[in-house]
């Protein structure tokens, strides 16, 4: 297969397949004699896991190691790899929700505050006001 066919039945830009390539996440690919790329159903193979793996959120360096795995070792082995990295992510976006919480409370709270009649004078300046409280509290 071209690497255009290949892009369309990835869904990854040929770009990005070149630097997959380059970056050692493809084996070395077979050429024709005019130097044009051969991709197997492997390689195709490959390229989807990546994509999936980069939809998930796990690094590029991660990726390179699952995709190693699942084309060298048991299923079993990449399997367990594959839910350990779905326990970290799912860890991670826990970690993210909570702090997003706490930033969305803090923001609806100066919300709140910025909207109180009288919070502010009109003719004031921030570095000569005592009541722009935002600065000093």
């Not at 369309?8 to 770009?15: E, F, N, P, Y």
Request: aromatic letters at 6%.
């Amino acid at each position: 297969m071209t690497i255009g066919t290949v892009a369309r039945m990835t869904d990854i830009s040929v770009k990005t397949i070149r630097y997959y390539e380059e970056a050692g996440f493809l084996p070395s690919l077979e050429r024709t004699e005019s130097g044009y790329r051969r991709f197997t159903a492997n390689d195709v193979r490959r390229l989807r896991l990546i994509r999936r793996a980069k939809i998930l959120g796990v690094s590029l360096r991660e990726i390179k190691r699952l995709v190693s795995l699942a084309f060298t070792d048991s299923c079993q082995t990449f399997e367990q790899r594959l839910a350990e990295l779905v326990d970290q992510q799912l860890q991670e976006i826990d970690r993210t929700m909570a702090e997003l919480g706490r930033q969305k409370d803090a923001l609806r709270e100066m919300q709140e505050a910025l909207g109180a009649e009288g919070a502010y004078k009109e003719t004031c300046r921030a570095d000569q006001c005592e009541c722009c409280r935002f600065i000093d509290d």
